[in-house]
């Protein structure tokens, strides 16, 4: 049967039951595509992965249109069914859909527009490291994780040092490789002279530099047990666990101490190049952890601007944590790196005092144009119960200024993932219960949202534009 005469019930049953490509061995760019021209001038179009349900279950279907302002898209006998993605990232004209299993290898397939208008699936599949983070450097994507080391690295009692694990997606080339951790040099132990291990969050490309935030995780069994538990802070020795217990990301083993001992500091690793070893170090006691989290997910707060400025924002989620001396005692905020520079200076703006209450923060930031920059906030303080990130805001860095988003639906589920700017807009999905999920505009200037195109489907799950590949 022509696939482009399934009903939707058959569409769904289809994505249930279709078989994995083969694959190919091996060992959470900006979200934002480079601004396009008119279709006329590039043939491209909009891509919009959605999720879709009919009585059989629920499918994943690839959709494209010309416009984001307006129209309704459908998703029956439309599109290209696909097995869905925990992040879809757009980058050189590329689509990808990365998985992330927890505790397992991910897979991740690649698509392209065709010549005729239509998405098209790359020939290969790949099983990638588990990742919690990810990021772009010139046509690589790059997943990263921090995982245990190679047995021969391991201490006189076994214990493995942790490690950066990165895999790198050539765009290009459809091709796909590890980095080398046999030799140590991706240790992650130690890695801000206080015997912490950290894990990265985003990959922000500026000039031929990388931008990383280091989130600091506490001590592994190795950083715990070195030299006598040297690296357990004095009054922190009631966090080394004596068994193991926790589940999913919440699992520890005995003899770690989860979470960070020094919450009120934000690092940033600088590295030359991808291969991502001896980074440069910068640090601020303005700000906390520099990301956004949600359960193993690192969301990246580390973003550049078009003069190379890279600004770095805490959400301070650290403000969860159960021990009183885990929390940092300091509210969600920005620093920033100057172009050309390995050091931070003197910007610093609270984020958190300009929000309702003066106690709320966000999950989410991506670059919006300009010095323009949305954000996901939360309905809450975090340190209140269940906190839900529903709401937007434009943050103009510029003039160190937050304004909430107007005209957004009352009945907001959930936030997209992936945005787009272009014509002082940015661009990004609002799912909505017992309704139709649709991209949304939001001027950048006055802070006001319209509802743009819509998806006829359960949520729009990444979006962003493509022009042919010839």
Same mark, same amino acid.
């Given at each position: ?26 060992? &959470?760019?900006?979200?934002?595509? &480079? ?5 006329? /001038? ?26 984001? &302002? /307006? ?70 994507? *790059? ?48 890695? *801000?002279?206080?015997? /912490? ?57 005995? %003899? ?19 291969? !991502? ?7 601020? &006691? ?71 209450? %003066? ?15 949305? !954000?996901? !906030? ?13 709401? *937007? ?78």
């Amino acid at each position: 049967m022509d696939i482009k005469v399934f009903t939707i019930a058959a569409r769904v049953a289809a994505a249930v039951i279709v078989p994995a490509m083969a694959l190919s061995s091996c060992t &959470d760019s900006k979200d934002e595509p &480079d601004q396009p021209g008119t279709d006329e /001038e590039t043939n491209g179009k909009y891509v919009f992965a959605a999720t879709i349900t009919g009585s059989n279950g629920t499918a994943y279907d690839l959709v494209t249109g010309t416009s984001l &302002d /307006e129209g309704v898209i459908p998703t029956v006998d439309n599109g290209l069914l696909n097995p869905g993605a925990t992040q879809w990232v757009f980058h050189n004209n590329y689509l990808y859909a990365l998985t992330y299993n927890q505790g397992n290898a991910g897979t991740t397939r690649s698509y392209i527009l065709g010549a005729d208008g239509e998405m098209v699936a790359r020939d290969i599949e790949y099983r990638i490291s588990r990742f919690s983070s990810y990021g772009t450097y010139n046509d690589y994507i *790059l997943t990263m994780s921090t995982g245990d080391g190679p047995a021969a690295l391991a201490d006189k009692q076994g214990y493995l040092p942790k490690t950066l694990l990165i895999t790198y997606l050539d765009v290009v080339n459809e091709t796909s490789r590890s980095n080398n951790t046999s030799t140590g040099a991706y240790s992650m132990e130690n890695f *801000l002279g206080n015997g /912490e291990y950290v894990t990265l969050s985003g990959a922000e490309q500026s000039g031929s530099k990388i931008f990383c935030g280091a989130v600091p995780m506490g001590l592994s069994q190795y950083g715990v047990a070195y030299e006598d538990r040297k690296w357990v802070r004095p009054g922190f020795e009631h966090l080394v666990h004596d068994e193991a217990g926790g589940s999913g990301s919440g699992a520890y083993k005995a %003899g770690e101490l989860v979470g960070t001992q020094y919450p009120d500091e934000c690092w940033v690793a600088i590295y030359d190049n991808a291969d !991502m070893t001896n980074p440069t170090l910068a640090k601020t &006691d303005k700000i906390s952890t520099p990301c956004g989290r949600y359960r193993s997910q690192y969301y990246q707060t580390v973003w550049s601007v078009e003069n190379g400025d890279v600004y770095v924002f805490s959400s301070s989620y650290a403000k969860t944590m159960t021990d009183p001396g885990q929390q940092t005692t300091l509210p969600a905020g920005v620093c920033r790196i100057p172009a050309g520079s390995t050091s931070f200076d003197d910007y610093y703006c609270n984020i958190e005092a300009q929000t309702p209450g %003066g106690n709320r923060s966000f999950m989410r930031c991506w670059p919006a144009g300009g010095n323009a920059f949305l !954000m996901v !906030m939360y309905d809450r303080s975090l340190t209140e119960k269940n906190p839900a990130a529903t709401e *937007l805001a434009i943050f103009d860095a510029a003039s160190k200024k937050l304004t909430y988003v107007t005209g957004l639906p009352a009945n907001v589920t959930s936030i997209g993932k992936t945005v787009y700017s272009q014509n002082g807009n940015v661009y990004i999905p609002v799912n909505v219960e017992n309704d139709q999920p649709a991209i949304y505009a939001i001027n950048t200037t006055t802070a006001k949202a319209s509802r743009g195109v819509t998806i006829q489907a359960v949520d729009i799950t990444g979006f962003g534009y493509l022009t042919p590949i010839q």
